[in-house]
């Protein structure tokens, strides 16, 4: 049961010009589904990503990788779901070249103008066969009309599917943006189990793009976590068609680089937000902010080491103002000079805690009504420095062991 | 349910020469049972402790180490389950205080010579008037022979008291050593949410006693995990009162040293290992044993990522050899250079990886009779160095999140 989370409308989802979506169903993990998604891109345009820290990153990242830092542009995009072709080793990597390979001569590229991505059960071969059997099938279905479908096309454990488009004037003329991501159980920043595939039409430089992808992703996809672990295959991808009309932005200096940055980094907020919504197991929707700190790494420490707390997860999921875990994972976070006295907690408008300890004004049914809403705000005040951070997670419910015990992911 | 865990038996603990315990009910949460423990010291014990690194540490943790930092021998030690006495800001410190006065008078001793440790719920005021109250009864209740009822009397969540006694001989005379310890919730290295008490009859330097505690606790204590969070309250005390009959040992080259270090060390394990048995719902106890890293801090690494997964502990949960999620947290322990191709993954004795994949050889039946049992090793050799370690930890089960969910500790 996804928490506020409405899924999204396919009339709601915005073509963006030099985009064509092609899905297909292979049968990768199970009849009976679509689970191969290729995106094809028109020419000039421009691509930039991040990528997984693990050090089992999967042969998809590796290859995808590859190609990115090679000399001919990107052209496609290939996705599966069902098998994440990680812990595979050298015949993984050979999977994901004999992916893009084939993609490629059907469209009439060099293989390296390909990026292969995949996501699902870990150390399983991939079933190449079927996907490349049914590429010609994806490619046939090519269209600027597709992205509702590819939302759909690349969920795993998803209940929802997690896409949204959005609109800014850019240089006098009408930019689209438009994004879908996966993801909902191993979900931790650099990054989460996720795929998230953001497109505009807007022309940006590829220096511009490469710095853009990584503020994009460190205020929206690597603020999120659903459990702490980071996955093997993560990837966040965002392409510029530059079909839009405008003159090319070069530098974060031009004068709507900002308007859209912001209209960009909206859509990815999100779509992050829509991945921790859809967490697995989740019942309640938790912001984390960090406040004064001496630094933005301090307030990460912080944030994370609380939402990643079992224990503060297991309160909330019982609306249980169960508050002293919160101080407790605070005082574990690593932050050796941190004076416990100066700090301030708070559960959405209620000081919970300063001093060092429970405020003399506290009155548990006021944080007991805060607990009862499926959306709260944890604020900590450090009153040591100017840094902030604000991350999103879920609670941990009986549903996230169910979901994790019993499927095969 | 613990796994492989039997209670232990009364007639199996032997007294500590110079060592006696009294409890008593104070009703500090519910009324019913024996929740408060004196333990009295004859002179001349000496005592060393280790104590949780978490900033928000409990009012008793600061008290407990300013007094055996002050000059005064310490004579006596009172613990209370039902309330940690922790964020509980300049209340609590006076509180933690007012319990040693009060106990130190009855017997006859200056407040520093007590130390107070607490565990349970954080953030509620300690009700020192119960506790104080009541320490008159458990002074009448002193004895040589309670270990038994005072390994009872520090259960919080646990559902089977800990405690265990050895027998050695150091110097031509046997020596005595009985330890109790609880915890099973918020259970993490350094420390977990554990209280620890051992004491022996040997006769051990001040000095000695310090470092040793140290080493003791390194390879026991410090080596469990069952959530991943570390407790505001933990500490562990190791006491020697001398009364064996043997010439003091000043230093660790003394040929008796080693024994009586290795005899401690196996209480103490013995106690880690019953807590990650009781670890809360656990049904699955879990050896991790991490082989020729370069360093022992990078084997650590490794080993807690690996035991603090929470898709780990659910697919052991599940007796589902869904094994790539070890990789995948091998991957993500933060080790930059490691190269995952050099990696053995072995489930019991199943090799599972090698060369970054999956081997050929494997066969998931191996892995799933391994899955079948309530006790499991994983095993990852790193070929790249020659330290080891080995860790402890459980499975997450549904008894998890819902003790958690349910049980305000």
């Keep these: 049961m996804p928490v506020d989370l409405i899924p999204p409308l396919e009339k709601e989802l915005l073509p963006v010009c030099g985009v064509s979506l092609g899905i297909a169903e292979a049968g990768i993990k199970r009849p009976g589904r679509r689970d191969l998604l290729i995106i094809q891109l028109a020419e000039h ?18 290859v995808a990788k590859n190609h990115l830092s090679g000399p001919l542009p990107i052209r496609a995009l290939v996705v599966n779901t069902g098998n994440a072709n990680a812990g595979t080793g050298q015949s993984g990597i050979d999977h994901a070249e004999m992916t893009c390979a084939i993609l490629a001569k059907l469209l009439g590229y060099q293989p390296q103008q390909v990026l292969p991505f995949s996501t699902g059960v870990i150390m399983e071969p991939l079933p190449v066969a079927r996907i490349t059997e049914h590429l010609p099938v994806a490619a046939a279905d090519l269209s ?57 039409d807007a022309a940006i430089s590829p220096t511009l793009l490469r710095s853009l992808v990584r503020m ?29 009309g405008h ?25 992050a ?32 080491a609380i939402a990643h707390s079992p224990l503060v997860k297991t309160a909330f999921f019982a609306s249980d103002p169960n508050l002293g875990r919160i101080l407790a994972a605070i005082g574990y976070a690593g932050i050796d000079d941190l004076d416990v006295t100066h700090i301030q907690l708070y559960l959405g408008d209620v000081l919970v805690a300063e001093n060092g300890g429970r405020t003399t004004s506290y009155r548990e049914e006021d944080s007991q009504r805060i ?8 604020r ?18 009986y549903d996230y062991v169910k979901i994790n015990a019993e499927y095969r992911s």
Tied chains: 1, 2.
């Design 273 to 304: 937000q829509m991945i921790v919504r859809d967490g697995e197991g989740a019942t309640k929707f938790i912001t984390i902010q960090v406040e004064k700190g001496q630094t933005a790494e301090e307030c990460n420490k912080i944030a994370f």
């Design 247 to 271: 003159a090319p932005i070069n530098d974060a200096n031009h004068p709507d680089f900002d308007r859209l940055r912001t209209a960009i980094t909206e859509v990815a907020v999100t779509l």
């Design 371 to 378: 607990m009862q809403s499926p959306e709260i705000t944890i």
């Design 216 to 244: 994009v992703a460190d205020c929206s996809f690597n603020r999120i976590t659903v459990d702490g672990d980071t996955s093997t295959n993560d990837a966040f991808m965002l392409m510029a068609t530059g079909r839009a």
């Design 45 to 62: 345009t421009q691509i930039a990503g991040v990528f997984t820290k693990n050090r089992f990153c999967a042969a998809p990242v590796t």
């Design 144 to 200: 600027p009309d597709n992205w509702f479908a590819a939302a759909h096309a690349i969920m795993t454990t998803d209940t929802v599917a997690k896409s949204v488009s959005r609109q800014v004037v850019v240089d006098g003329v009408s930019v689209t943006i438009t994004g879908i991501a996966k993801g909902s159980g191993m979900i931790h920043p650099n990054m989460a189990t996720m795929l998230g595939f953001i497109a505009t």
């Design 380 to 397: 900590v005040v450090l009153n040591r420095g100017e840094a902030t951070t604000t991350i999103w997670t879920c609670d941990l419910s």
